[in-house]
């Protein structure tokens, strides 16, 4: 007696093979593509009949043939599941005819745009490439032609993710990075506004895609700017910043910094790498520790070639101030605002050992300990003839600066007269909210030779004036548009 045959296993089918090698579709014995396509034509040459409604119509139609080919397909069983699944294949065959129609539209679309269209493509990529990141992205949603050129890594050499901060996540910064490629060259990141950063939806490891490929895309970035990105501390940048060897514009709006740490021993050790910025702008978020002048030699060895140079909220005094000053010798602007410990008297020494210094902006904004006499000896060297390089000083202050008494003072005098005399070309700024009133007092010199000293319009006089620098608001400039 013969050993009955064992049993074959069972295999499930695999999704990887089944997409490797697809089975062709079943077909009748002399029925091939050719016929399928006849079939199909024939079908849609039906298309001048009426639709509904009219005994001959083609809705009646497929209601006369299911009717009649569905018992017909369960065969004599009359099986209900045969039936269910013989109308589930028609619900598909509908789907694709749906689709196809549709594609075919697009491609329709497609090429009447890109007959009507005026411009080449290289032509409508350069157009694009000047676009922000916002407006290119609506763009390349309008058709298949712009989204073809809004796919070009041109476009994305400046990344602009600023004007939709909250829908930003890190897969959005991933897809763009990797989009620029070579290409990139700036970077915008965050929410300019300050409440929105607790809602951001990205995390630390944001940024990581500029260290790809031994931080191929971040070699190419020279100007990133990272707004109130609170979960992004000086362990996630460091990385970051380590990729980007050819930085020359740095921004940080928001740097959280450790609450007993240096911040300038952690810059130095974040941008060790950077030696190439040229502009650098950092504001602090929360409250850090003192500067000391170890940490100030290497941080100025860390930019030998910085121009502008803002830092905001850091805890300066005038013996730090003024070797920032001195220690830089291409410093051309410089902003120093909401120091609390400066209190003026580095400007006495600057006139002396700086007098062929090249610069040209000094900004001293919300610095509570500045006093009054200090500003006043600084205009008076600038009459002198020092300095002969500036062109800007602001020394606003929401509280006012400190009078010779010690208390607060909203109404200082300064020689504004006779620094529009001798001086046009500088334009002085000095705003200050009277705390028992909300009327201010300001003395302003702009470089057409006029000026103005209100009490009540001058709130109007610092927007209008900032408005002329794109600053970002009263008192906080961007360097950068200065």
Not at 117 to 134: A, C, H, Q
Not at 244 to 262: A, E, Q
Not at 297 to 310: A, Q, R, T
Not at 432 to 444: A, I, K, L, V, W
């Amino acid at each position: 007696m013969d050993a009955p045959n064992p049993k074959r296993p069972c295999h499930a089918p695999s999704v990887t093979s089944s997409l490797e090698n697809p089975c062709p579709l079943p077909s009748a014995p002399g029925f091939n593509q050719s016929n399928i396509d006849l079939t199909i034509s024939s079908f849609l040459s039906l298309s001048d009949l009426p639709l509904f409604a009219s005994p001959l119509s083609i809705g009646c139609s497929f209601d006369r043939v299911l009717d009649k080919v569905i018992p017909s397909a369960a065969g004599t069983s009359h099986d209900e599941f045969e039936q269910d699944r013989f109308l589930d294949r028609t619900l598909q065959l509908a789907s694709v005819l749906y689709k196809s129609t549709e594609r075919c539209i697009r491609k329709r679309a497609t090429l009447q745009n890109s007959i009507s269209w005026p411009l080449l493509p290289e032509l409508t990529i350069k157009v694009f490439s000047m676009l922000d990141t916002k407006s290119l992205m609506q763009a390349s949603a309008c058709c298949t032609m712009f989204n073809k050129c809004a796919m070009d890594r041109v476009c994305y050499s400046h990344i602009d993710l600023t004007t939709a901060a909250e829908h930003v996540d890190n897969g959005v910064v991933c897809r763009m990075i990797h989009r620029a490629g070579k290409e990139l060259r700036s970077f915008k990141l965050g929410s300019i506004s300050p409440s929105a950063g607790s809602t951001s939806l990205l995390t630390r490891s944001c940024l990581t895609p500029l260290t790809f490929n031994h931080g191929f895309a971040g070699g190419y970035l020279r100007s990133l700017h990272l707004y109130h990105l609170r979960m992004m501390d000086g362990e996630s940048l460091s990385p970051v910043l380590s990729a980007c060897l050819n930085l020359t514009d740095l921004k940080i709006v928001g740097f959280v910094s450790g609450r007993w740490l240096n911040p300038l021993e952690q810059l130095g050790s974040l941008t060790r790498n950077c030696p190439l910025i040229e502009n650098l702008f950092i504001e602090i978020f929360n409250s850090a520790g003192r500067i000391t002048e170890s940490s100030l030699l290497e941080f100025g060895d860390n930019f030998p070639n910085v121009i502008s140079l803002s830092l905001l909220c850091f805890r300066l005094n005038d013996a730090i101030a003024q070797k920032l000053i001195q220690g830089f010798r291409h410093l051309k602007h410089i902003n120093l605002s909401r120091s609390p410990e400066i209190s003026g008297c580095f400007l006495r020494s600057l006139g002396l050992c700086c007098k062929d210094s090249p610069l040209e902006t000094l900004i001293l904004c919300n610095c509570n300990s500045l006093k009054e006499i200090e500003v006043w000896l600084f205009l008076c060297s600038l009459l002198d003839g020092d300095f002969k390089s500036i062109r800007l000083i602001d020394v606003s202050n929401n509280q006012g600066l400190v009078s010779d008494e010690g208390s607060s003072s909203s109404g200082p005098r300064f020689p504004i007269e006779e620094l529009k005399k001798q001086r046009p070309d500088v334009t002085f700024v000095a705003i200050f909210e009277s705390q028992s009133s909300s009327s201010s007092s300001s003395g302003e010199v702009y470089p057409d030779g006029t000026s103005s000293s209100t009490s009540e319009t001058s709130s109007e006089s610092l927007l209008s004036w900032s408005s002329n620098n794109n600053s970002e608001d009263e008192h906080d400039y961007d360097m950068d548009s200065i």
